[in-house]
C-alpha cells in the first residue's frame, strides 16, 4: 500500500519510510499509509513565507477573493469523487455533503464577504480617522496588514475537507499562506481535496502546503509571524500551546478543543408543540450526523423535571428508527465512527458517564448493522444516558466524542444557565423554546460560556440551520475547555491572521499610505468635472466645488409642501426658537442635502452610472431662510471591481455655510463605469 504523499516546497514529497497504516472505517480494510518522514520542516515554513507570502502580497483582497470563488466551484465539479472517498471514513452521504459541501460554501461565503467588505487592494483600515492635534495637522489611523509568515492548521480527524477549507478561507484572504496538518485517520480525504486544489493551477505557488504523519520539529521553528490554527483534543491541545517556541515567539494560537454543547427545552414547550418536536429531532440528527463526530454536537439535553419521561421516550423512539451500517446503503443513517480506535475512546467515556446515570437507549457493546461487518468496521449503536442528579459531575466533565447525549432535569430557568455554565465553556448552545422572555435569559446568562448561541422554535424552524452547523459569517469557537479560540466569523477571521497597526502622520501621508482620502489632505480640484471621468482617470483627492446657492423661506415651505414633512421647526417660527437647538425656523436636513445634489451633479451622460447610496449622514449647523450653501465634494476610495465594467468610487461630501461651518458631512456612493480597454 503506497504512503499518502506531502505537498511542500512545490512539489510531492513521498515519505523515507513505510509509514504506518489508515484502515476503511466501514470494512477495516487498509487504505493506505501515512508518513511525513524525510520533510525539512524548517524549509518548509520557508517556503510559505519567502514564496507564498509574496505572491499573495501580489493581489488585492477582491483578486484573493475571485480565487476563492474559482476554486469552490472547481472542487464543486470534483465533489463526486471526494463524497466516494469520504464514505470509507464511516459517513454516509449526507455526513459527507455536511463536510465537502460545507467546506465548499466557506470559500464561496468568504469571496462573497471579501468583494463586498473588503476593499481592493491589501491594506484593511479599521476604523476612522482619530484627530491627534487642535489644527487638524496630526491623525491617527488603525491599519491591517498580513503577517509575514505561514497559517500553520493542526486539523482534527471528524471534518477532513471543512476543517482545512475553513481555516485556509480567511488566512488566504488575509495573504497569509496555509501549511494544513491533517489528523491521520482521514488524512486520504484531505490529501485528495489537495491533489484537487493543485491541479486547478488556481492558486499562486506557495500558497498552501500539506503535511500527512506527524510534525516533527515543526514548532521549533515557528516565529512570531506564523500562526496556528488547532482543533482537536483539549490535551493535545494545551501541550502546543505550551510549546516553549509558541510562549517564547508569541505565536498566535486559536484552539477549538472539547465542547460539552448543550440544547435546553422551554418550559413552555409541551409534547404535541412544534417547539418539543424540533428539540427531539435536533437531539436525535445531532447524536447520529458524522456518528456523532462533532465538535458541535448536543452532549447534554438540559429539558424541565416534569418533562423528562416524555422527552427520553420521543427520543428513544426517533432513535429505533436509524439504520447503522455500510454508508453505501440507502436504508442507513448513520455509518461508523472514523476508527476502531475511536469506537474504543467513546467506550470508555461513556463508563464514566453512567457512574451518573443510566442507559436508556442503546447498547455499547451491540449494535445490527446493515451490509457491514460490526466487528470489523467502527459501528457503534446511538446512545442516550438519562441523569435525573443534575449535579453529578461527570455529564459536565466528560465527552464521549460519539453519537452519545446525556438528558438532564432542571427545575428553575437559573438552574437552566447554571447548568448550560457548568459546561465551562462550549461552542455551542441551543434553547429550543416559543418564550422570547426565557430565551433572552438563558442566552445573556450563559453567553460567556459560549461562542454561538442558537433559538429554534416554530418561527425560524424551516430556514435554521441548526444547532451544529457553523457557518463562515459568525464566530465559531468557545471559551474556556472549548479552547478560547474563535475560527471564521468572516471579516474577523481574515483579521486575525493580520497586524493592526496604530499609524500617526499628517493627514497627506495618512492619505498615501491607506489609499483612503483623509480630511486636511490637499484636494486635486481639475478643470474636469470628475464625473466626467472614468473609473481608471480618476484619482483620490480629485475634488469639485460647486455653488453658492441660496435656500430662500418659500424654498423651505415648498419642499414643506411637496413633502409632507411639515415638522414645527419648518413651519412654525416661535416654535422653533423655543426650541434649544435653534433661533427660528430653519431649512430640512433633506432639502440641504437635495440642494448639494443639484449643485455637484453634471447631468450629462457620462462614466457616472448610478447613485446607490449615502452613508455617515450628519447635520451640523442648522440652515436658515436666507444662508448660503456650498459643496465640497471629493473622491474619497476608488473600489475597482474584479470583472466588472465598472468600480465603486466614494465621495466624501461637506456642505458648508457663508461662515464656512459644515452644515452637513456625508459619504456619497456611485458607480462609475471603466474605460472600454480595461473593463474584465
Known amino acids: 500500500m503506497v504512503a499518502l504523499r506531502s505537498y511542500v516546497n512545490g512539489d510531492w514529497h513521498a515519505p523515507s519510510d513505510d509509514g504506518v497504516p489508515l484502515h476503511d472505517a466501514v470494512t477495516g480494510a487498509e487504505v493506505a499509509r501515512i508518513s511525513s518522514a524525510g520533510i525539512d520542516m524548517a524549509a518548509v515554513l520557508a517556503h510559505g513565507r ?3 507570502g509574496p505572491a499573495l502580497a501580489e493581489l488585492t483582497f477582491h483578486q484573493r477573493a475571485a480565487l476563492l470563488k474559482s476554486l469552490a466551484s472547481y472542487l464543486r465539479e470534483h465533489r463526486g469523487e471526494l463524497y ?10 449526507a455526513d459527507s455533503k455536511f463536510d465537502i459541501d460545507g467546506g465548499i460554501g466557506v470559500l464561496f461565503g468568504y469571496s462573497s464577504k471579501g468583494r463586498r467588505e473588503l476593499p481592493d487592494g491589501t491594506v484593511y483600515i479599521d476604523g476612522g480617522v482619530e484627530p491627534l492635534s487642535k489644527g487638524g495637522t496630526f491623525v491617527g489611523q488603525h491599519v491591517c496588514t498580513p503577517l509575514q509568515g505561514v497559517a500553520v492548521q493542526i486539523n482534527a480527524f471528524n471534518f477532513p475537507v471543512w476543517g482545512p477549507l475553513e481555516k485556509f478561507a480567511p488566512a488566504f484572504l488575509a495573504g497569509v499562506p496555509s501549511l494544513i496538518k491533517p489528523a491521520s485517520q482521514t488524512a486520504y480525504l484531505t490529501h485528495r481535496l489537495v491533489e484537487l486544489v493543485v491541479s486547478s493551477g488556481l492558486l499562486p505557488p506557495g500558497s498552501l502546503q500539506l503535511i500527512c504523519g506527524g510534525v516533527g520539529d ?3 521553528h515557528l516565529t512570531d509571524q506564523d500562526l496556528v490554527s488547532f482543533t482537536g483534543s483539549a490535551s493535545t491541545g494545551q501541550r502546543l500551546r505550551n510549546h516553549p517556541v509558541v510562549a517564547a ?14 440544547s435546553i427545552l422551554g418550559p413552555d414547550a409541551a409534547p404535541g408543540t412544534d417547539e418539543f418536536d424540533l428539540f427531539v429531532k435536533q437531539l436525535v440528527t445531532e447524536m447520529t ?3 456523532g463526530q462533532k465538535c458541535t454536537a448536543i452532549r447534554r439535553a438540559l429539558v424541565p423535571a416534569n418533562r423528562i419521561d416524555d422527552v427520553v421516550a420521543a427520543t428513544g423512539a426517533r432513535l429505533a428508527e436509524v439504520v447503522v451500517g455500510n454508508p453505501a446503503s440507502a436504508e442507513v443513517r448513520m455509518g461508523a465512527l472514523a476508527s476502531v480506535e475511536q469506537r474504543e475512546e467513546v467506550r470508555r467515556s461513556l463508563k464514566a458517564l453512567l457512574e451518573a446515570g443510566r442507559l436508556v437507549h442503546g447498547d455499547p457493546d451491540r449494535v445490527e448493522v446493515v451490509d457491514a461487518d460490526p466487528e470489523r468496521g467502527a459501528f457503534l449503536s446511538p446512545l442516550l444516558v438519562r441523569c435525573d442528579d443534575p449535579d453529578q459531575p461527570q455529564p459536565h466533565e466528560v465527552e464521549a466524542f460519539g453519537p452519545v447525549s446525556t438528558v438532564l432535569p432542571y427545575e428553575t430557568t437559573a438552574q437552566a444557565v447554571e447548568l448550560a455554565r457548568r459546561g ?5 448552545g441551543s434553547v429550543v423554546t416559543a418564550d422570547a422572555t426565557f430565551a433572552r435569559e438563558v442566552v445573556l446568562g450563559a453567553a460567556s460560556r459560549h461562542g454561538r448561541m442558537l433559538v429554534l422554535n416554530g418561527d425560524n424552524a424551516a430556514e435554521n440551520t441548526g444547532h451544529g452547523s457553523p457557518l463562515p459569517a459568525l464566530v465559531h469557537g468557545g471559551p474556556g475547555r472549548a479552547g478560547g479560540g474563535e475560527e471564521m466569523g468572516g ?5 486575525h491572521h493580520m497586524q493592526r497597526t496604530a499609524v500617526q502622520a499628517d493627514p497627506a501621508t495618512l492619505t498615501a499610505i491607506t489609499g483612503q482620502w483623509v480630511a486636511g489632505t490637499p484636494r486635486n480640484i481639475t478643470e474636469a468635472h470628475p464625473f466626467r471621468k472614468y473609473l481608471d482617470e480618476l484619482r483620490v483627492g480629485d475634488t469639485v466645488v460647486a455653488g453658492p446657492r441660496t435656500v430662500t423661506l418659500a424654498d423651505v415651505e415648498h419642499f414643506g409642501e411637496f413633502t409632507g414633512d411639515t415638522f414645527y421647526a419648518h413651519t412654525d417660527e416661535e416654535a422653533a426658537k423655543a426650541n434649544p437647538f435653534f433661533d427660528g425656523r430653519v431649512a430640512h436636513g433633506y432639502l440641504v442635502v437635495s440642494f448639494a445634489a443639484g449643485l455637484f451633479v453634471d447631468p450629462d451622460p457620462g462614466p457616472v452610472l448610478a447613485n446607490y447610496g449615502l452613508e455617515n449622514l450628519r447635520f451640523l449647523t442648522p440652515t436658515y431662510p436666507g444662508d448660503e450653501i456650498t459643496v465640497t465634494m471629493t ?3 476608488i473600489t475597482p471591481r474584479v470583472g466588472a465594467e465598472h468600480g465603486e468610487v466614494r465621495w466624501d461630501v461637506d456642505v458648508t455655510n457663508q461662515d464656512g461651518a459644515s452644515v452637513a458631512k456625508y459619504d456619497v456612493l456611485t458607480l462609475v463605469a471603466k474605460r472600454l480597454e480595461t473593463r474584465g
Open 50 to 52: 519567502d514564496r507564498g
Open 84 to 93: 466516494a472517498l469520504s464514505a470509507r471514513t464511516g459517513a454516509t452521504l
Open 218 to 220: 515543526l514548532f521549533e
Open 249 to 262: 515567539n508569541s505565536v498566535r494560537f486559536n484552539a477549538e478543543a472539547d465542547s460539552l454543547n448543550c
Open 289 to 291: 450526523v458524522k456518528a
Open 424 to 428: 465551562k465553556g462550549s461552542l455551542v
Open 491 to 495: 471579516v474577523r477571521g481574515v483579521l
Open 635 to 637: 473622491a474619497k476610495q
